[in-house]
């Protein structure tokens, strides 16, 4: 089993940042890949970021691509998320998950674990 908790959540201003943190426990973190998701109110949970076991590898959906980076350190079983330029359709609860296989999964159904998720909300 692995454990994930998001932290870093919060209220901004249209164009404004956040960080967010997942820490992991339980398993040897570098043994998985790790993505973020969102689900905004009525929608269904999307993809936003991936990242491979070592770091060499990510993705990014279009709707973030040049204003998010996902990245991780191993030695701290900690993935983050930084979010730039944020926009009101950023508004989400933002999810972490932790992957056993495949290199850089963008589906949620690739996903083996969950944290618990925290809330972004982005005024405009």
């Known amino acids: 089993q692995v454990q994930l908790v998001e932290s870093g959540g919060g209220l901004v201003q249209a164009g404004g940042s956040l960080r967010l943190s997942c820490a992991a426990s339980g398993r040897t973190f570098s043994n998985y890949a790790m993505g973020w998701f969102r689900q905004a109110p009525g929608k269904e949970r999307e993809f936003v970021a991936a990242?491979?076991?070592?770091?060499?590898?990510?993705y990014y959906a279009d709707s973030v691509k040049g204003r998010f980076t996902i990245s991780r350190e191993n030695a701290k079983n900690t993935v983050y998320l930084q979010m730039n330029s944020l926009k009101p359709e950023d508004t989400a609860l933002y999810y972490c998950?932790?992957?056993?296989?495949?290199?850089?999964?963008?589906?949620?159904?690739?996903?083996?674990?969950w944290g618990q998720g925290t809330q972004v909300t982005v005024s405009s």
């Open positions: 990242i491979s076991r070592s770091g060499d590898g990510s």
């Open positions: 998950a932790a992957a056993q296989r495949g290199w850089v999964p963008i589906k949620n159904y690739e996903y083996d674990y």
